[in-house]
């Protein structure tokens, strides 16, 4: 029996609430067979006490089937998912690079609705909001979509990073542009590789991300996540303990109940969702009439149904795309416009609902 083969049969164990397995995950340290005695050793990351009873339950089955199986010893190695509630900022939790203080992700339920747009301009109006307070160079932006990763081009970046020191302790030097650090998959690969990733890939990556890239002192680090419910948001809270999402939706009713499901699977996985973020909510035309080209209602709603706060509107304007065409972000070209003032005003709730809660004695 080798290792190999125990990992195949691991295959038909799926992750608690998701449909994917383990072995994809990459959540098996290692697997080994003597005299009968498998031995399985797992590492994951969850707050849920439920998640590793029902893994031992579900791994055990599994390799008590294997033929030749009599006993398993099953080893599983938790760390604590991040919540605000326990823990405040970074720093106790393995894997969060020092100095990071805050770390959000950006997700949707499905593409198209504008999430990359969103985070890139809201860690631009991040980067401002904090700049007026001194607080300059102190936001990152960590771009997971390694399948079409567009951060790069909307931010105006364009280059590879350098590396800093040599083997394992080799740092990549996040690119930076108007304030704001920035790492993606579009830097490592050019335009005509097609990324062909697998479950451990991803999580591979992203660990790198997280872990290899020299963020140095950060107050908040934007994590634009792949849109949909799959390996990489996964993956993610596996590696980064995060403070929590922000929920990217459009108003019409396609979208939001897509975003619904983003959002229950972040709560699935102990991740508290800080709110919604409407995009294209609404058109104001020359005449300065405002027009629900999608509806209206739809983020309020998804905010409600979540349990959380709808963090602010955005409205649909030519301007918002041409910025991210052009790699100018509409908050850095136009910073007194609408759009700008919009973003600014999610950049402040979301940095309030951040920032550490009153002790009893100070309220
Ligand atoms: N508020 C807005 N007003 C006008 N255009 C917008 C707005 N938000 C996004 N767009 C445009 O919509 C298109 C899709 O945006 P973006 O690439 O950010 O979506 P996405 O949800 O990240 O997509 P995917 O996740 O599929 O990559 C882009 O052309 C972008 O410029």
């Not at 080798?2 to 290692?30: E, H, M, N, W």
């Not at 792949?226 to 403070?243: E, I, K, M, N």
């Not at 003032?341 to 009893?360: C, D, E, G, K, V």
Request: proline share 6%.
């Amino acid at each position: 029996m080798t290792s190999d083969a125990l990992k195949d049969a691991l295959k038909q164990v799926k992750y608690p609430g998701f449909s994917r397995d383990i072995v994809s995950f990459g959540l098996v340290r290692s697997a080994g067979f003597t005299d009968g005695v498998a031995k399985v050793s797992l590492a994951i990351t969850t707050s849920d006490p439920k998640v590793p009873l029902q893994l031992r339950n579900d791994v055990d089955r599994c390799l008590r089937a294997v033929p030749g199986v009599q006993e398993t010893i099953i080893d599983i190695a938790v760390s604590a998912a991040k919540t605000p509630a326990a823990g405040g900022n970074l720093g106790g939790s393995g894997s969060a690079p020092k100095g990071l203080k805050h770390s959000v992700a950006i997700a949707s339920g499905k593409g198209g609705v504008g999430k990359s747009t969103f985070a890139v301009n809201l860690a631009c109006a991040l980067a401002q909001v904090l700049g007026a307070e001194g607080r300059q160079g102190r936001v990152g932006l960590m771009d997971c979509d390694i399948y079409g990763p567009s951060v790069p081009l909307m931010m105006g970046i364009n280059g590879r990073p350098e590396v800093e020191g040599e083997g394992a302790d080799a740092l990549i030097i996040p690119l930076e542009n108007y304030g704001v650090k920035v790492m993606s998959m579009g830097f490592l690969v050019d335009d005509n590789t097609p990324v062909v990733w697998r479950g451990p890939m991803i999580m591979k990556t992203i660990q790198q991300f997280v872990q290899n890239v020299k963020w140095g002192e950060l107050d908040i680090l934007l994590v634009d996540l792949p849109p949909g419910t799959g390996d990489a948001q996964l993956s993610l809270v596996q590696t980064l303990p995060l403070d929590g999402a922000v929920l990217v939706t459009t108003p019409q009713a396609a979208a939001t109940n897509v975003a619904r499901k983003g959002g229950l699977m972040f709560q699935k996985v102990n991740v508290p969702l800080l709110g919604v973020a409407e995009n294209m909510s609404y058109f104001i035309d020359s005449a300065g009439q405002r027009h629900a080209l999608f509806g209206e209602g739809g983020g309020i709603a998804v905010a409600e149904r979540l349990g959380t706060t709808l963090l602010g509107q955005v409205p649909l304007l030519s301007a918002i795309r041409a910025g991210g065409d052009s790699g100018i972000p509409v908050v850095v070209s136009e910073p007194e416009g609408a759009a700008a003032q919009s973003f600014t005003a999610i950049a402040r709730s979301l940095l309030a609902r951040l920032a550490p809660r009153p002790t009893p004695e100070t309220t």
